[in-house]
């Protein structure tokens, strides 16, 4: 086994085939068994579900190559159980949790070489997706259904990596009050796929969403949760009350790094796109995202300037950043259960 040759420093946010994948389907009621398979292509009838009324979920989390040669991937158990809560609300039926971890560390061990080396800046990124494969005419869920995950290794998902980046006011809305918002679903992106064009087209990385409701709070982004820190050095963290953004794993452990190991004040509660002005620093937090900081919001021509600038994070992301990478890698000792040991 040798590590696949690649400028793992340059290879951008991409998919690459990797060797093989995982795949097991639902039919008669049951999944099967579940096989690693060399066949990146899906076949489906012209009539499968997907096609028609997107019944498909997804997640996203990644493998890390340690210091000590070891691979981890990171609270793997939390992807596993969103998928579930995903798969429900589109009356999918839910991949066992075990199995959905067990089918990760198959699928990461089975592509040990495509896991960039430590220190490298790139990381194994792993997709799993549920997509209903059976027919359907009629507006009902599918009876058969596709689960399967691939992995890709992946660098910095905003170009410039820790550079800080220019984020927009969006005027479309990504999800609807109590509509689909806090679940992972493809169709939660087909919905923001001609809001990020625009935005990129205009020269900004990504859209800031507001609520749909009252367009007056500050939800996401297309592909991460936001993070403010206030000007008492606060760690400041949007809620929706209408259940629209996606519990981020990403964000939920950051709240935690923030109080038991920085000692921060965290502030979950909905945040007034009109007080940002008020913060110190932003950023973007996901697992493709990490943490990103932001520099500047465009709010329809009007700038909203951080003070840490266009040049580096700021103070305070920056020790998230460092805490959080550092427990991920295995560097700092991670609480109960968040890293994952594959090999
Ligand atoms: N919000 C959206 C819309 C996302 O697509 C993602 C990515 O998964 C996140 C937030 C971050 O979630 P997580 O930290 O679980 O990756
Ligand atoms: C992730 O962070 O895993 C996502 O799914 C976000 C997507 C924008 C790549």
Redesign the pocket.
């Known amino acids: 086994m040798s590590k696949k040759n690649m400028d793992w420093a340059n290879i951008g946010f991409n998919y690459h085939v990797a060797d093989l994948r995982y795949v097991s389907n639902y039919k008669d009621g049951k999944w099967d068994s579940g096989i690693l398979t060399e066949d990146s292509r899906v076949v489906l009838s012209e009539d499968a579900g997907v096609l028609h009324y997107a019944q498909e979920v997804f997640e996203?989390l990644k493998a890390y190559e340690t210091e000590d040669g070891h691979i981890v991937c990171f609270r793997p158990d939390l992807n596993a159980k969103r998928m579930v809560e995903s798969a429900q609300r589109l009356e999918m039926p839910p991949f066992p949790e075990e199995r959905f971890i067990e089918a990760v560390e198959q699928v990461v061990k089975a592509n040990e070489d495509w896991v960039p080396p430590f220190g490298s800046g790139a990381t194994l990124y792993i997709r799993p997706l549920m997509f209903a494969t059976g027919n359907v005419i009629g507006v009902k869920p599918a009876d058969e259904y596709q689960f399967r995950i691939f992995v890709t290794p992946v660098g910095p998902y905003f170009k410039g990596g820790a550079k800080p980046i220019t984020v927009k006011i969006s005027d479309f809305d990504r999800a609807a009050p109590h509509g689909t918002g806090n679940i992972?679903a493809g169709l939660?992106y087909a919905m923001s796929l001609h809001a990020i064009v625009t935005a990129h087209d205009e020269g900004f990385a990504e859209n800031v969403y507001l609520d749909a409701q009252s367009r007056t709070y500050i939800e996401?982004?297309?592909?991460?949760?936001i993070l403010f820190v206030d000007a008492d050095g606060n760690l400041v963290v949007p809620k929706s009350f209408t259940d629209s953004i996606?519990p981020?794993?990403?964000?939920r452990s950051i709240v935690q790094v923030a109080k038991d190991y920085l000692g921060l004040k965290v502030d979950e509660r909905p945040v007034k796109l009109e007080e940002v002005s008020n913060f110190k620093e932003m950023g973007l937090?996901?697992?493709?995202a990490v943490i990103s900081p932001v520099g500047k919001i465009n709010d329809h021509g009007k700038e909203i300037c951080f003070e840490s600038g266009m040049e580096e994070m700021g103070p305070v992301i920056k020790k998230l950043y460092d805490t959080l990478t550092g427990i991920q890698m295995g560097e700092i000792e991670a609480p109960e259960g968040w890293v994952h040991r594959i090999k």
Do not use: Q
């Open positions: 996203g992972k939660n996401e982004t297309g592909g991460a949760n996606l981020s794993i990403t964000r937090c996901g697992t493709a």
